[in-house]
Structure formats: C-alpha cells, structure tokens
C-alpha cells in the first residue's frame, strides 16, 4: 500500500477486557515495529519483528502484551485484561531493512475506562 | 545509557525565528541519529537524520549540529513558520542488527504568526 496503516483508528474498552490492534505495513518491508505513545513522553519501542520472527520483545512491559506477525505482512498487538495504565496511542512502523528508514502510521488511540 | 535527553519540552518562536532543539546521549554505540516531526493525530515522520561521521547536515530550512565529542545534537529551523508548529523528536539508532530507535521525548514547537 502506499503507507503503514494501523486499525482502528480510536478504541475505547472497559477495564479487564482484550484488545487487538491491526498493522498493515508497507508491501515488501521486512522490518515491523511497534512503539507506545503516552500522553507527554516520548515514543516507547514495543517489539520488533523481522519477517515473522520477533528477534527483540524486549519492550513489551507485561506478559499481557503479546503480538504476532504473519506471512511477513499484517501484525497484529494483543492486549489481555486490560488497565487503564495501557491507555496510550500505539504506534506501528515498517521499514525495508533493519537500520534505515522507519515509515509511521497513524496510530491506534486506545481508552481503558 | 539508553536514553536520549531532549530539550526543551516546549517551545513558542515567532514566524521567521529560528528554532532549536536539543538532545543529549550517551551510549557512543549509536550510530544513527533521525529527527521525526508529528502532527496532532498522525505518526511521526522522518524529517531529517545524520550520521556520526558527519558534524552537520542541511536539507532546505532544517540543519542537524552533531557534536560527537560531547554526545549532542540539535535541529535548527531557519526562518520558522506556522505549519512547522507540530512536536519533534530526537532518536538514536544503535549499531547492528539488535539495535532499536531510542527516543527522545519531544518538544512541542508553536511558530507564532
């Protein structure tokens, strides 16, 4: 496609539910990552995925977080048992090789009421 | 030594003032050093970056000052409009193929008409 694109746009659930957002990168990037925006600070790295391998999960912050990437395209993050500290803009970015440029979407804004 | 130190966190310059942005590192193993700019509502996207090799780079109104020895860089815009108000963030890229895009956490700009 013509760039990353991220579902949905905005998601609102209650506390204690699972979410799932969708990352559509850019056709024939290899590299995926996701990153967690928080109100004030700074873009905070996730997980990153190399084809369908994820050689670095070192950011993601509980075993509630998990994600999986598949036929080296779609990614998606999935969020068990959500808290309202999840509350953040979740970032998917694509890139064609591991240490160039990194290609945004447009973020899925997530509300834990 | 993973972080990036930006400064300051906000900003307010007149149409036609320059801007400066500052940021900080430690770890001398980065070696790759982009600055995003991002819009209310959309991802962040690539403005300018530079490598350590190089003390500075200019593309149109944006200039990067990399100062190695003292670990800092800064983005400089010339002649700042209103539609460069937006929030900037500093990064650095570690070497390698571990290596992830350590951000800093933004300044919000405002150029004043």
């Known amino acids: 496609g013509a760039g990353v694109s991220q579902s ?4 609102v659930t209650e506390k204690g539910k699972d979410v799932e957002l969708r990352c559509d990168p850019i056709s024939g990037h290899t590299a995926l990552y996701w990153y967690r925006q928080s109100l004030g600070q700074g873009l905070e790295f996730l997980i990153y995925f190399q084809g369908n391998s994820a050689p670095d999960k070192s950011g993601l912050p509980s075993d509630r977080f998990s994600a999986e990437r598949t036929g080296g395209s779609v990614s998606t993050l999935t969020i068990q048992r959500t808290q309202q500290e999840d509350s953040a803009v ?3 970015a694509s890139s064609s090789s591991r240490q160039v ?3 945004f979407g447009p973020g899925t804004r997530l509300t834990v009421l | 030594q993973q972080q990036v130190k930006q400064s300051p966190q906000s900003l307010i310059v007149q149409k036609g003032g320059i801007s400066i942005i500052n940021c900080a590192y430690e770890n001398t193993a980065f070696d790759y050093f982009p600055w995003y700019q991002q819009f209310p509502g959309k991802g962040p996207a690539l403005l300018i970056a530079i490598r350590p090799d ?8 944006f ?13 400089h815009i010339m002649d700042s409009q209103p539609g460069d108000s937006a929030t900037y963030f500093c990064a650095a890229l570690y070497g390698g193929s571990q290596g992830n895009l ?5 300044t919000k700009l405002s150029v004043k008409p």
């Open chain 2, 102 to 106: 350590i951000f800093g956490k933004g």
């Open chain 1, 101 to 103: 440029r990194q290609f």
């Open chain 1, 90 to 92: 979740y970032l998917c």
């Open chain 2, 63 to 75: 200039t990067i000052s990399f100062n190695k020895s003292a670990k800092q860089f800064s983005l």
């Open chain 2, 54 to 61: 190089v003390s500075e780079k200019k593309e149109g109104r």
């Open chain 1, 8 to 11: 949905p746009s905005n998601k």
